[in-house]
């Protein structure tokens, strides 16, 4: 199982697949793909401050139909918990997405620098 960061939820969406390694490419369509929910409120952020052009539901539903992309549904007291260990980061939003992947040590796949440095399942 692999979790996706925001961004690269909505870099698939767009079909930037370009920007992914061959060996991130294969990793995505080799496992079964999961966000956490706290991704979706983000892309709703997202499209509220007009930095993607689609709000959650239609980003996500597209993605569910054309990648197979699940939301996580591990109880959200466990992930906030896992979370408020993550001192690395003032960010909610990567504090819960690192925390959704890392309750079970699922691999992240992020960009992001911070993430990368501190969580060691992230994958760019």
């Known amino acids: ?33 999961r966000i956490s929910p706290i991704v979706g409120l983000e892309l709703q952020y997202l499209a509220e401050i007009q930095r993607v052009t689609a709000g959650a539901d239609a980003i ?23 979370a408020l260990t993550l001192a690395w980061t003032r960010d909610p939003f990567d504090r819960l997405i690192v925390a959704q992947a890392a309750l079970h040590g699922d691999v992240l796949i992020s960009k992001d620098q911070q993430i990368l440095a501190n969580y060691a399942h992230a994958r760019w």
């Open 1 to 33: 199982m692999i979790y996706l960061d925001t961004h690269i939820v909505v870099w698939l969406y767009a079909g930037l697949v370009d920007r992914f390694s061959p060996a991130l490419q294969a990793l995505i369509n080799q496992n079964e793909l």
């Open 60 to 82: 996500l539903a597209d993605l569910s139909q054309r990648i197979g992309l699940t939301l996580c549904d591990r109880p959200f007291a466990g992930v906030v918990s896992q």
